[in-house]
């Protein structure tokens, strides 16, 4: 298809256009032929494909000399997610694209100079039509810039006539746009609106402060049956009924989700920006049937959760259903859980103004994290997803513009580091300015600073000379030369003119090329003016050649990479999901204009100019870099941002934000892109080691009613959660960093009594769950209802002998030890982990580092230790370190009833076993064995 394609993106064309267009004709002519005769292979047999090609070559032979305006294609291509998937990395849609990202249509504002304010910007909304809504001067660009690009191959004697007749379709069309403005015009000053960025959407302004979408009014309201809207048809509601899923999720294949559809003006002349797609409107009604089915069978309670997934969806209406909804009740600041953003925050980060407004009420000081900043806060913050223009026109906020944030640009002494050769080529034959960043330019970050200041508002930054010098040492031609996996001149690459030409409709070239051509800016026969570039996903065994002078972990802690884990948590069970690339190619090549998860970009040779755009603006286009970039630039003003990056610099790209690269010399990087969800809370108030039998349960469900705000609690991997987590494995998952900074505690129990009480709890479950009793080796006469037939005295007895059956399956020197106390939780990946009490509370030296020991004999005692450290166990009315009023843990984990745990004392095997086995604790805990 490329080739097809590619006779319009000649060097230095612009947009695809030949310097001499007349010069071209033939070719041209050769492109139609061969379109028209796929599109024939495409519907007709055999015969019609002779008959047709006949008339085609006839024509064209009538029309000799001439040449005819080419078309975009009407059949939007698609890429099915497992093509993604195969095709992932930061160069364009790699497998982390997700149904809950996609943005609304029309939100764009087009070019508009945010330098200049808006003078003169009556409202408007849509006609009754549904027609596109602009200013005269912005039809009057709109039109000619899409009848030139229709018209520019026709020849120069052509085209004077072409445009006059164009010309006149265009004002009589403009007169009539402007006398229904003006009929609007009147409508607006009795109802005022609330003017959409491209004023492609009706929105309206109620007495409250909300921006509601008229479309959609009133759309929960009983009357109003499934089935009736001709809108109905293309929905799947089928898949809705028989879903499995919980809240929005249900809803996910409600509208057939397509990563990538052509854009109107073609692959090579447009950009695919998701808030454009035609068929967003159907989509968002698709949903909002979707939510009337499930709001219907009243079986699921509707929280926060779902207005959170509505505004990252981009939806609207979607949201005014929810928040408008006579049975629910949402708050769009409250969080499903510690660590998790709102919907505020979601409709900033994704660049959703409208959205805001929504939420907000127009309330921009209100308060929505928990450093007490406000939305005016965030959107005046460098980079804010929320661009300038948007705010001014939908928010009505005053925002600086890039130019104007002061002391973040390189001082004279912070210069680019250049203090090796890379032996790449760097000569450039594109101009670029590197004196002024859009975006923040650091030279060091910590931790809390990327958790506060970039990570939740949603912000990109370059990271200047963060990649150690070895690790760029690596990556120089004399070394890659050496080597047999990257000799620059026997291996070939395949190549194309973006990363994953496939996801445009696009090929790539026939012949592979060494990276000596690369760097060469050799020219593929087939795209005659296109730079190349490789994309390649290195496997595990190519990381020791890409940086040996790692082994191991050491990449993720000494290397370009470091601040992937200090930032983002351990990888733990993402590891897998992790995307890896390494990119490189000529003077003026790069990335084309894509989107994906949250990534970071290390650069080891050349330079790259980077263009990104907030997640609203997100799009894929199959432009080279070059033009791409000169679209952005030209049409996309108020909604691009720019930087510069230098070999040795780290870019860090948040979930979502479009973007392209422009090359400037042989450039070789590499990226890696992370999961959705990858990222863990950097700041946990308090972690409790829940240790099993020991009254854990009790306390938990007391965090759930007073703290559910700041109690964190998930599940990962195959067994983990933290309903029973070692200190060991929560710094496994959050970090050393995490773990010290917060409160950590637990319950402790004298090793018999806990003994005594998990025998006789598994007894009463093994109905439940037989495979744990066999596991466990609970007798059989105990199991279930026939524990309630015994006697005491029986009861000690079955004991005796279940104390003595786990010690022979499972002694101290057994893998398995842990079944003596415990399941394993998922904590068994810890080799310390064994069935004591202690082996809860330590790292992996074996040191205790949890902050409280509180022994379960003793916690009405120690409450006051709990509420001092945390406050929200306590009542409105009581201070912190108070011994609490009313504070009772309800006994949820209840235990059949047994003897006084000190009768099994008497039996010596098993006092021997006891002491034995649990020895360490009554060292650590201060337990004595009862007497005999």
């Known amino acids: ?36 005769q796929r599109m024939v292979q495409q519907n007709s047999g055999a015969a019609g494909l002779t008959l047709v090609c006949l008339i085609v070559s006839l024509s064209w032979i009538l029309l000799a000399g001439r040449s005819v305006p080419e078309k975009s294609e009407s059949v939007a291509s698609s890429v099915s997610s497992s093509l993604l998937a195969k095709a992932g990395g930061a160069a364009a849609g790699p497998r982390l694209h997700s149904e809950r990202f996609i943005k609304k249509k029309n939100w764009r504002h087009g ?142 294949d409600s509208f057939p989700f397509l990563i990538a559809t052509e854009p109107e003006d073609g692959w090579i002349d447009g950009i695919d920006f998701f808030f454009d797609r035609p068929k967003n409107k159907i989509r968002e009604h698709c949903y909002i ?115 104007e944030h002061k002391g973040e640009q390189r001082q004279a002494s912070q210069v680019h580091r250049n203090d090796f050769k890379s032996g790449w080529s760097q000569e450039t034959s ?100 296109v730079p190349m570039e490789v994309a390649w996903h290195p496997s595990e065994e190519d990381f020791t050649d890409l940086w040996p002078m790692y082994e191991g972990e050491e990449l993720f802690k000494k290397s370009g990479w470091r601040n992937m884990e200090e930032f983002f948590g351990p990888r733990g069970e993402h590891a897998e999901k992790l995307a890896w690339q390494v990119f490189f190619g000529g003077d003026g090549s790069g990335a084309t204009y894509h989107w994906h998860g949250p990534a970071f970009n290390n650069l080891y040779a050349g330079t790259k100019q980077w263009r990104i755009a907030p997640p609203l603006y997100k799009g894929f286009t199959g432009m080279p870099a070059r033009h791409a970039q000169k679209y952005l630039d030209e049409k996309e003003t108020s909604i691009v941002m720019g930087c510069v990056q230098h070999a040795g610099d780290t870019m860090y790209i948040p979930e979502n934000w479009g973007h392209s690269t422009l090359t400037h010399g042989f450039t070789i990087g590499s990226a890696v892109i992370m999961p959705q969800n990858y990222h863990k809370p950097l700041e946990i108030p308090f972690m409790f080691v829940h240790i099993n039998k020991t009254g854990g349960t ?154 409280e020991i509180i022994q379960l004999e003793h916690l009405d005692d120690s409450m006051h230790i709990l509420t001092k450290n945390i406050p929200c166990l306590l009542g409105e009315d009581q201070s912190p370190g108070s011994h609490p009023k009313g504070v009772e843990f309800s006994h949820k984990n209840k235990t059949p009833k047994y003897p006084d745990w000190k009768l099994f004392a008497k039996n010596k095997k098993t006092r021997r076993i006891i002491n034995e086995v649990y020895e360490v604790d009554f060292k650590n805990f201060g337990y004595d064995m009862p007497s005999a």
Not at 16 to 29: I, L, P, Q, T, Y
Not at 812 to 818: E, F, V
Not at 831 to 845: G, H, I, K, R, Y
């Open 289 to 403: 049937r979707c939510v009337e089915i499930i709001l219907n069978k009243d079986e699921e309670d509707v929280t926060s959760e779902w207005l959170i997934d509505a505004v990252k969806l981009g939806l609207p209406t979607l949201v005014e259903t929810l928040l408008t909804h006579p049975d629910l009740d949402l708050d769009p600041l409250e969080s499903p859980g510690f660590g998790a953003l709102n919907a505020v925050q979601e409709a900033i980060r994704g660049g959703f103004a409208v959205i805001l407004k929504m939420l907000t009420k127009g309330n921009y000081d209100v308060v929505i994290d928990q450093h007490g900043r406000t939305v005016k806060d965030y959107i005046n913050m460098k980079a804010s997803p929320i661009v300038p223009a948007d705010a001014r026109r939908i928010l009505g906020l005053s925002v600086k513009l890039p130019e």
């Open 1 to 36: 298809m490329l080739r097809a394609r590619g006779i319009h993106v000649q060097s230095g064309s612009g947009y695809g256009r030949s310097a001499d267009e007349s010069k071209n004709a033939k070719k041209n002519r050769s492109l139609q032929q061969r379109r028209l």
């Open 698 to 851: 009790s306390i938990i469900d007391k965090f759930h009613k007073q703290c559910d705000s700041e109690y964190y609690e998930e599940s990962w991997g195959d067994d983990h959660r933290t309903f029973h987590t070692t200190a060991h494995s929560y710094i496994n998952r959050y970090g050393r960093a995490v773990w010290d900074k917060a409160y950590t505690f637990t319950v402790v129990r004298h090793p018999l009594a806990r003994q005594v009480s998990n025998f006789f709890f598994l007894a009463g479950q093994c109905e439940r769950n037989p495979k744990v009793c066999r596991d466990r080796l609970i007798p059989q006469n105990v199991r279930g209802d026939g524990m309630f037939e015994l006697s005491d005295k029986d009861k000690i007895g079955a004991f005796h002998q279940w104390v003595s059956d786990l010690y022979e399956e499972y002694p101290p020197t057994s893998k398995q030890h842990y079944y003596f106390g415990s399941k394993t939780q998922g904590n068994d990946e810890n080799p310390e982990f064994n069935a004591t009490q202690t082996s809860w509370l330590v790292d992996e030296n074996d040191k205790i580092v949890v902050k």
């Open 430 to 529: 594109y101009h670029f300015d590197d004196s002024k960043c859009d975006i923040d330019v650091l030279y060091s970050i910590t931790r809390e600073d990327f958790f506060k200041d970039y990570f939740l508002p949603g912000r990109p930054f370059v990271l200047k000379n963060f990649v150690p010098h070895e690790e760029i040492a690596a990556f120089t031609k004399d070394r890659w030369d050496s080597t047999e996996e990257f000799d620059v001149h026997k291996r070939n690459w395949k190549v194309g003119p973006t990363a994953y030409p496939s996801i445009t409709d696009q090929e790539y070239c026939d012949k592979k090329m060494t990276i000596l051509e690369l760097e060469d800016s050799k020219e593929c026969d087939d795209m005659p003016g």
């Open 111 to 252: 070019a508009h100079d945010m330098s200049q304010d808006v003078k003169e910007e009556r409202p408007i909304v849509a006609s009754p039509n549904r027609h596109v809504q602009r200013h005269a001067e912005e039809d009057e660009k709109e039109h000619h810039a899409r009848r030139m690009r229709h018209n520019r191959h026709f020849d120069e004697d052509e085209d004077e006539a072409q445009e006059n007749h164009l010309n006149r379709r265009n004002l009589q069309k403009m007169h009539a746009q402007e006398d229904e403005d003006e009929q609007e015009e009147q409508i607006e000053k009795k109802h005022p609106n609330v003017r959409h960025p491209h004023g492609q959407e009706d929105y309206h302004q109620d007495g409250n402060g909300h921006v509601w979408g008229r479309e959609h009014e009133g759309i929960h309201k009983s009357q109003r049956k499934f089935g009736m809207d001709p809108r109905d048809k293309n929905c799947d509601m089928k898949s809705v009924r028989e879903s499995d899923e919980e809240g929005l999720a249900q809803c996910v």
